[in-house]
């Protein structure tokens, strides 16, 4: 067990929808993660925040967007969904930025009908 | 663009014998690597980061090269046993924070 939760485990919704995903990071860690996994693209990197700010940007589309909230659990929000968005969403933590290690948590598997 | 190469062939190593994957980037020199095991549906787990600055790192049967002028990493697991099967993911950090995965490598090691 990281140390990092995930909810829900699963979500199951239609097309043009919007879903919300939550997550909270280890006790004491500032640094939030998010990524996106399907078979096609492997582990895509889509955005960090350290400390309630945005920190990086990898390849979020503009229909995503996330906030890291005062207590530093963050939320990623997918609107518009589209088939293509079915894929596992897995959040890390960190107690910093730069080098630190990141602890993953058991994500979240997001099926789009 | 920024890529990163792993082998998107399964490898298939004896038990007992060295395993050693490999992970190859373009374009841009990261500040540094990691490298992660995937067991199915489950998230990474963090086993080793090496610093631009680094030519190897350890930690007990683990280990990791880095080649800034290849631009190429090695990971090696000796003695390899039946439970490293998984999926061994290669990420290259930016100096931006930026981070990358590779696609991972399948390792099944044979009893």
């Known amino acids: 067990d990281s140390g990092v939760t995930q909810t829900p485990k699963h979500l199951i919704t239609a097309t043009g929808q919007r879903v919300t995903l939550r997550c909270s990071p280890r006790s004491g860690d500032l640094s939030v993660y998010w990524y996106q996994q399907s078979l096609d693209q492997g582990l895509q990197f889509l955005i960090q925040y350290y400390n309630g700010e945005e920190r990086a940007k990898g390849n979020i589309l503009e229909r995503f967007s996330a906030q890291q909230f005062p207590d530093l659990h963050s939320e990623l929000n997918l609107s518009s969904l589209e088939l293509g968005d079915s894929a596992l969403y897995f959040c890390?933590?960190?107690?910093?930025?730069?080098?630190?290690?990141?602890?993953f948590g058991p994500g979240t598997r997001l099926t789009v009908l | 663009s920024q890529k990163i190469e792993q082998n998107s062939e399964a490898l298939n190593i004896q038990e007992g014998k060295t395993a050693t994957l490999t992970c190859n980037y373009t374009n841009y020199s990261p500040a540094y690597l990691q490298w992660y095991r995937q067991d199915p549906g489950r998230g990474p787990v963090f086993l080793l980061l090496?610093?631009?600055?680094?030519k190897e790192k350890r930690k007990e049967r683990l280990k990791v090269t880095f080649d800034t002028t290849l631009k190429q990493s090695l990971f090696h697991i000796t003695a390899s046993q039946p439970a490293d099967s998984a999926t061994y993911l290669c990420a290259l950090v930016r100096r931006d924070d930026k981070i990358i995965f590779g696609k991972g490598t399948r390792l099944h090691i044979l009893p």
């Open positions: 890390a933590s960190s107690s910093r930025t730069g080098t630190d290690t990141q602890y």
């Open positions: 090496i610093r631009e600055n680094e």
